[in-house]
């Protein structure tokens, strides 16, 4: 069983950065793609971001693409979301997701793992 924690939200101003952590741990040996989902309230999920394990490729929706980076550690079996220049529309819970396999594009639906989340309010 593999398991996903998330961390790093908070409140940032509008242009501000935040870095959030997720964690992996169990049984993640095959996990082979993670990734970023948020869901702002009253909206619907909105997959963001995804890094395939194996040779460290990253995908980026249109809405992030260029203002957020996902990188790993595999050491420390950690997935980072940098996320630079916020905006309002930025504000939402970030979940963190993790699928055994994803082709080029795809950003994990929580197969494997889905996080309790992490809270990101930006101020305008």
């Known amino acids: 069983q593999v398991q996903v924690y998330e961390s790093g939200g908070g409140s940032v101003q509008a242009g501000g950065s935040l870095r959030l952590s997720c964690v992996v741990s169990?049984?993640?040996?095959?996990?082979?793609?993670l990734g970023w989902v948020r869901q702002a309230p009253g909206k619907a999920r909105d997959p963001i971001a995804a890094?395939?394990?194996?040779?460290?490729?990253?995908y980026y929706t249109a809405s992030v693409k260029g203002r957020f980076t996902i990188s790993q550690d595999s050491a420390k079996n950690t997935v980072y979301l940098q996320m630079d220049r916020l905006k309002a529309d930025d504000t939402a819970m970030y979940y963190c997701?993790?699928?055994?396999?994803?082709?080029?594009?795809?950003?994990?639906?929580?197969?494997?793992?889905w996080g309790q989340g992490t809270l990101v309010i930006v101020s305008s």
């Open positions: 997701a993790a699928d055994p396999v994803c082709i080029y594009g795809e950003i994990p639906a929580g197969l494997d793992a």
């Open positions: 890094i395939y394990t194996d040779d460290g490729n990253t």
């Open positions: 169990g049984r993640h040996q095959n996990t082979k793609c």
